[in-house]
């Protein structure tokens, strides 16, 4: 292909993958303060993820929505891992990590099979283990992982380094700060997140993603090649697929084709169909025009391909199980008899672990930071799943933001109606914490706060000796289950500084009565 | 600025009026919220008394929750449309309004409608910013130092428009409580000991006018209210430049006992003003 219509065709490349990016941090950014009637579809890239319409078709109820997912299923039989190269958001950020390593340095390295294989072998170990146990490849699904990466790190990070320049820069009390002050308002009122979002898992998870990223720097496209899940799917694929790029005559055997390469092969040697993402920095390379694109019918025997070799294929399966096991033992028998509360709308706990992609966007688009990725709290299954943190934030009585955002309704839709009157849990009073008992005077801030129109929170007045020896009326604080919705402000109003005095768990929670 | 702020903070016992001084309450029925305001506004004396022009002012509503204007939570943005109005009218030179917030403050601003009516007046609208407070010693029994947002500070003028409504611990929220919206910190600490607190917060703290909103009154499950059923409608505004008279009217009005309210019972041990309703003298119109 001459040398001007490749360029053009790396270009397009490019173009595609800085849309994509754009698209991805666009629908992200604005389900992070957008009203609830104008929350965007951030789960487009779930929608169009083959691999949960994998784990939905395996591991329960199926969305019709993902039959989307078919779309590039079918193109990958034609055009090979396209999506890695010019769709997949994640992707390029790899590449662009990959580009800024590879400035200047030239090192030829061989295509490192095993390192290749890997995500292969990850694919049917997470996969077996979704079938059996519940979804794990939210782990290292390239969108999962950008989604709850951005979320819960980038973002708020951004956030941080942005307010605390901005500020600064504002509080000057020269010129300097009435040039950024108007910058400072803006950004205040439209962009800023205030006050700052943080989460408990975000050194953890930023480290993980940042990592990644440092990655490239040492090997092209690291986890593309190596780890991503959905990578090894189209990978698959690819093998059948009717893109080729074929050397013609004017070849001279140089080997140039291999310097940017993301798997270090090159269409003169190793070529692997399920590896190239036609991102046609070989095409760019080449000084003679000799690789062509074509589309033609790969000729029988002749399927270049990695073989990830039938063993290691049946070995990552009985891995599989064996992570399926460790996650189904590794927990108490009784689910409830943990503390944490999941967000409202939330489907019972055991088909909630099996359809929640742990993506995280519900905590992008939580107002009040109150959703969290759970550590340990929900087992070693439920690695990353949304759950409440009340200390940090409540769950919002007018807003139904995550229930609409969550891409695979492991957090169910509901309307502003029915989330008022969705109980996530129940509010109990700590007695030798509170005031009202244990000090014998006044607060009542849960009660003033207590969203319910009834009040799910009330006091009686009692007379007590106080901690001064007075005798005096004081309006103690007790909880009425029914009403309670469990969202958590009581919590989080709660005065005092070493605990809350009220907390909530997941008691009562109506999600687990729907049987 | 920061010079003028001590303009807006009276040692205990010098802001409030002694005991039978002739601190009026006007009181105007019937009508819509913005009518009766300018009305109650003109009868206490009109806005020109109270602003000079160049002032920088601060209107300080109720925007503490999440609410619509129907549910009577936060004061009616046609209330302060009038206020804004009259005050840009009288010569000011900047309106700020500003709440300290109990639920996210985005969701108040914008849920109550108060953040939109501002903004199109020209109002400067702020957000509380944890950077902008400032230590304030009230020196008071109860009530010492205390977080405060500088921007409470830095105003001439300080108009304390809130909204009359039921109160779980306080019995009811009215101007004096209003004014827990200028402090940071911890502030739910505070209800320890309320009474005292309300009390000593309002006499340290001087309001140059107050405008009670009891257009649309919540009688129940208050101060954060929900149900439309607990709502009321009174059609009435009360103005009065006395904070603690303010409430006393605002109390009767709403049909309870000052004497049973103990924040009123606290500012009348205080000796900030008269709590018998028949010794203060009232004047009520209706349009």
């Known amino acids: 292909m001459d040398a001007k219509t490749s360029r053009l065709l790396q270009r397009l490349r490019i173009i595609s993958q800085v849309f994509f990016i754009w698209l991805f941090f666009f629908l992200l950014l604005k389900s992070g303060g957008a009203a609830i009637e104008h929350l965007p579809q951030t789960g487009f890239f779930f929608y169009i993820d083959p691999l949960f319409l994998w784990v939905n078709i395996l591991a329960g109820p199926f969305f019709y929505?993902?039959?989307?997912?078919?779309?590039?299923?079918?193109?990958?039989?034609?055009?090979?891992?396209f999506f890695c190269g010019w769709v997949c958001p994640f992707g390029a950020l790899n590449q662009f990590f990959t580009w800024l390593g590879s400035r200047g340095q030239r090192k030829k390295i061989p295509v490192h099979r095993n390192s290749l294989r890997l995500k292969y072998l990850l694919l049917i170990i997470l996969l077996v283990a979704s079938l059996f146990a519940s979804q794990l490849l939210g782990w290292l699904d390239p969108f999962a992982l950008l989604t709850r990466s951005s979320s819960v790190v980038l973002l708020p990070g951004a956030n941080f380094l942005a307010q605390h320049a901005l500020q600064s820069g504002a509080s000057n009390q020269g010129w300097g700060?009435?040039?950024v002050k108007p910058f400072y308002d803006f950004s205040r009122r439209f962009l800023l997140t205030v006050p700052q979002r943080t989460f408990v898992q975000a050194a953890a998870i930023g480290l993980l993603f940042f990592a990644l990223l440092l990655l490239n720097l040492y090997r092209r496209r690291f986890f593309c090649n190596t780890l991503c899940p959905l990578g090894a799917l189209y990978g698959f694929l690819a093998k059948y697929s009717l893109i080729h790029?074929?050397?013609?005559?004017?070849?001279?055997?140089?080997?140039?084709?291999?310097?940017?390469?993301?798997?270090?092969?090159?269409p003169y040697q190793d070529y692997l169909k399920s590896e190239?993402?036609?991102?046609?920095?070989?095409?760019?390379?080449?000084?003679?025009?000799?690789?062509?694109?074509?589309?033609?019918?790969?000729?029988?025997?002749?399927?270049?391909?990695?073989?990830?070799?039938?063993?290691?294929?049946?070995?990552?399966?009985g891995c599989g199980l064996a992570l399926a096991a460790l996650t189904q033992i590794g927990v108490t028998k009784k689910a409830r008899a943990h503390g944490f509360v999941r967000p409202p709308g939330a489907v019972a706990e055991k088909e909630f672990l099996k359809k929640c992609v742990r993506c995280g966007a519900c905590m992008q688009a939580c107002p009040t930071n109150?959703?969290?990725?759970?550590?340990?709290?929900?087992?070693?299954?439920?690695?990353?799943?949304?759950?409440?943190?009340?200390?940090?934030?409540?769950?919002?009585?007018?807003?139904?933001?995550?229930?609409?955002?969550?891409?695979?309704?492991?957090?169910?839709?509901?309307?502003?109606?029915?989330?008022?009157?969705?109980?996530?849990?129940?509010?109990?009073?700590?007695?030798?914490?509170?005031?009202?008992?244990?000090?014998?005077?006044?607060?009542?801030?849960?009660?003033?706060?207590?969203?319910?129109?009834?009040?799910?929170?009330?006091?009686?007045?009692?007379?007590?000796?106080n901690f001064r020896?007075?005798?005096?009326?004081?309006?103690?604080?007790?909880?009425?289950?029914?009403?309670?919705?469990?969202?958590?402000?009581?919590?989080?109003?709660?005065?005092?500084?070493?605990?809350?005095?009220?907390?909530?768990?997941?008691?009562?929670?109506?999600?687990?009565?729907?049987? | 600025m920061l010079f003028s702020s001590g303009l807006l903070l009276a040692g205990p016992g010098r802001a409030q009026a002694k005991p039978g001084a002739e601190a009026q309450v006007v009181q105007v029925k019937g009508g819509s919220p913005y009518e009766i305001t300018r009305r109650a506004v003109a009868e206490i004396g009109g806005m020109g008394k109270i602003i000079s022009r160049g002032d920088v002012v601060m209107v300080k509503p109720n925007i503490g929750w999440n609410r619509t204007v129907e549910q009577a939570a936060c004061t009616n943005p046609e209330v302060l449309r009038a206020v804004i109005e009259l005050a840009f009218n009288a010569g000011a030179k900047k309106v700020v309004v500003m709440d300290n917030t109990c639920h996210k403050a985005e969701d108040c601003y914008q849920h109550s409608g108060i953040e939109a009516m501002a903004r199109k007046l020209g109002a400067d609208v702020r957000y509380s910013d944890e950077n902008r407070l400032v230590t304030h010693d009230f020196k008071d029994e109860y009530l010492s130092k205390?977080?405060?947002?500088?921007?409470?500070?830095?105003?001439?003028?300080?108009?304390?428009?809130?909204?009359?409504?039921?109160?779980?611990?306080?019995?009811?929220?009215?101007?004096?409580?209003?004014?827990?919206?200028?402090?940071?910190?911890?502030?739910?600490?505070?209800?320890?000991?309320?009474?005292?607190?309300?009390?000593?917060?309002?006499?340290?703290?001087?309001?140059?006018?107050?405008?009670?909103?009891?257009?649309?009154?919540?009688?129940?499950?208050?101060?954060?209210?929900?149900?439309?059923?607990?709502?009321?409608l009174r059609q009435t505004v009360i103005a009065s430049t006395h904070i603690m008279h303010a409430d006393v009217a605002a109390a009767v009005l709403f049909g309870k006992d000052p004497k049973e309210l103990e924040f009123l019972q606290a500012a009348y041990a205080k000796k900030m003003g008269e709590i018998d309703i028949a010794r203060i003298p009232v004047k009520t119109l209706t349009v």
Not at chain 1, 385 to 404: A, K, Q, S
Not at chain 2, 157 to 176: D, R
Request: charged share 25%; hydrophobic share 40%; with cysteine.
């Open chain 1, 65 to 81: 929505i993902f039959l989307l997912a078919l779309v590039p299923l079918i193109l990958t039989l034609v055009f090979g891992r």
């Open chain 1, 177 to 179: 700060g009435k040039i």
């Open chain 1, 245 to 266: 790029l074929p050397l013609n005559d004017n070849c001279r055997k140089c080997g140039v084709c291999s310097n940017h390469c993301t798997y270090y092969g090159s």
């Open chain 1, 276 to 317: 190239c993402v036609l991102c046609l920095n070989c095409l760019n390379d080449c000084p003679f025009a000799a690789i062509d694109v074509r589309l033609q019918l790969p000729r029988a025997g002749k399927r270049p391909a990695l073989d990830a070799g039938r063993r290691r294929i049946l070995g990552a399966a």
């Open chain 1, 370 to 465: 109150a959703i969290h990725p759970a550590v340990f709290q929900a087992g070693l299954e439920g690695i990353w799943t949304p759950i409440l943190v009340p200390v940090n934030g409540y769950c919002e009585y007018e807003c139904v933001r995550c229930t609409r955002v969550c891409p695979t309704h492991a957090i169910a839709r509901l309307t502003l109606e029915e989330k008022k009157k969705f109980k996530i849990g129940t509010a109990v009073i700590n007695r030798s914490a509170c005031y009202t008992y244990a000090d014998g005077y006044n607060c009542a801030v849960c009660e003033e706060h207590c969203p319910v129109p009834e009040k799910a929170i009330r006091f009686r007045e009692v007379e007590v000796n």
């Open chain 1, 469 to 515: 020896g007075k005798l005096k009326k004081v309006q103690q604080i007790y909880v009425v289950p029914d009403l309670c919705i469990g969202c958590g402000i009581c919590e989080n109003v709660c005065p005092r500084t070493d605990a809350p005095a009220i907390r909530v768990g997941a008691e009562e929670e109506q999600r687990e009565n729907t049987f």
């Open chain 2, 146 to 232: 205390w977080p405060v947002f500088r921007d409470f500070l830095e105003v001439d003028k300080f108009i304390n428009v809130p909204i009359l409504k039921h109160h779980g611990s306080a019995g009811l929220t009215i101007a004096m409580k209003n004014l827990f919206g200028i402090l940071g910190g911890n502030r739910g600490k505070l209800h320890r000991d309320m009474a005292e607190n309300i009390a000593e917060l309002a006499a340290g703290f001087r309001c140059h006018l107050v405008l009670v909103d009891a257009y649309r009154i919540l009688l129940r499950d208050g101060p954060v209210g929900g149900r439309l059923s607990d709502v009321e």
